[in-house]
């Protein structure tokens, strides 16, 4: 996302919105702003109804949805497993809210946004992975992506801005929908934890110049003349391209590297003199699109892909040299920790997982996978040198069709592909 990705603009910007406020004797307006003292105690948060809610729910070791509306329809979720949060999200500017944190968090992750959609296609929109930006997190997780760390911050800042924007709105409904088929598969958040932590910034934000404003609004140059007389060339220029009327408070902060209170403070003198405006914006657009994907053709017998995950390059020159002879095309995959993400790309018609590799297993692998809608009738066959009962049971659990053991003959890994594509082809029909 353009708005998050430069670094070189974000210390332009921050230069500028650093002489901004002091240009032609409007420092002493700031500092009046910054010494006003806030008209709400900061334990005013926790006597606010949902807050007190997510409380009872903690006491209650609730597991499932808790939805809160607005007035105005706005709806946020939190999803929360035996009373810890797991994540939340909704509001007005979920994808904004996302962007910015992965920007602070890890923003190695906003270097390609398009490879989102490849994988958000795949995901089961049915059930809790309609969250998609918990699903996302997950399967980085999976591919060591990011850390546990950079997800537990990602949640974090989440959850303490869908508060702070909850705290804003009056007339809060609720509803609880219990699930205790949730799990928890990323860190959880301790509720009290998750309040504290949106406390000062909440206590800050009730000065009275700006307790009536909100960080989702923008930003936009009313007054241009008057702004570009006061203004060296550079920096008049720097404003103009920074206060477009569409990066919200929130945004700003994040490409000035400062606090959304402190920032709000350096623009106020402007807006009380009317040459800029505050305004509501739309959300980004979002990465997925709600719709149920086409059910691709069927491919031809000799078109078929088949992957072998497997760390031993034995086995996978093995595996290749029987497959093309039998006409399939194949892939092969070293790294079982990155396998997922290349499995997503080449979307294989047949899988073979290697058991035991370095970091990961191929329960683990086949679990991730049926978790993809892609994936959910994928023949999946579990390889390995120990064929007991308990390994045959548990990769039923972790949703294997089959299971073969090493080492393998052609003939026993044919038959095993024409079994369960033949099957795939008669539900088919």
């Not at 210390?11 to 406020?21: D, E, Q, R, T, W």
């Not at 009872?56 to 949805?65: A, H, I, N, P, Y």
């Not at 909440?202 to 989702?216: F, G, L, M, R, T």
Request: net charge positive; glycine share 6%; proline share 4%.
């Amino acid at each position: 996302m353009e708005q998050f990705s430069s670094t070189s603009r974000g210390n332009g910007v921050a230069s500028a919105m650093k002489i901004l406020p002091v240009a032609q004797g409007l420092k002493e307006v700031t500092m009046s702003a910054k010494q006003i003292t806030p008209v709400i105690s900061m334990n005013f948060l926790t006597t606010l109804k949902p807050v007190r809610f997510l409380k009872t729910l903690k006491r209650l070791q609730f597991s499932g949805q808790l939805v809160l509306t607005g007035s105005q329809g706005e709806e946020w979720l939190f999803y929360l497993y035996r009373g810890s949060i797991m994540y939340a999200t909704g509001g007005i500017h979920t994808v904004r809210r996302w962007h910015r944190n992965l920007a602070v968090h890890c923003s190695q992750m906003l270097a390609n946004t398009s490879a989102w959609r490849d994988i958000l296609a795949g995901i089961n929109t049915t059930d809790f992975t309609n969250c998609w930006e918990y699903q996302l997190l997950c399967i980085w997780i999976a591919r060591r992506d990011i850390t546990q760390v950079q997800v537990a911050q990602v949640i974090r800042s989440g959850i303490a801005e869908v508060l702070f924007d909850i705290a804003k709105v009056s007339n809060v409904t609720h509803q609880i929908k219990p699930d205790n088929s949730l799990s928890s598969q990323l860190p959880l958040i301790d509720v009290d934890e998750a309040i504290k932590q949106v406390e000062q910034q909440w206590q800050a934000w009730q000065e009275p110049k700006i307790i009536h404003y909100s960080p989702n609004q923008a930003p936009v140059i009313k007054q241009a003349k008057k702004l570009q007389e006061r203004s060296s060339t550079d920096i008049y220029q720097t404003i103009t391209k920074l206060l477009d009327g569409q990066h919200s408070l929130r945004d700003l902060a994040v490409q000035t590297k400062r606090d959304v209170v402190a920032l709000t403070h350096l623009i106020l003198p402007y807006i009380q003199l009317g040459w800029v405006e505050l305004i509501t914006i739309p959300d980004l657009p979002t990465p997925v699109s709600g719709e149920k994907l086409p059910t691709p053709p069927k491919k031809d017998s000799t078109r078929v892909l088949v992957a072998c995950v497997d760390d031993s390059l034995q086995v996978r020159q093995t595996m290749e040299k029987l497959l093309t002879t039998a006409g399939y095309q194949f892939l092969g995959v070293e790294d079982g920790v990155r396998s997922l993400g290349i499995l997503l790309t080449r979307k294989p018609d047949f899988i073979f997982l290697d058991l035991v590799m370095p970091n990961t297993n191929g329960y683990e692998i086949c679990t991730q996978l049926r978790k993809l809608s892609s994936f959910r009738d994928t023949p999946i066959v579990i390889l390995t040198g120990n064929d007991g009962f308990a390994n045959r049971l548990r990769s039923n659990f972790a949703g294997a069709s089959d299971f073969v053991s090493k080492p393998f003959d052609t003939k026993t890994v044919l038959d095993v592909i024409d079994k369960h594509l033949k099957q795939d082809a008669v539900i088919s029909h």
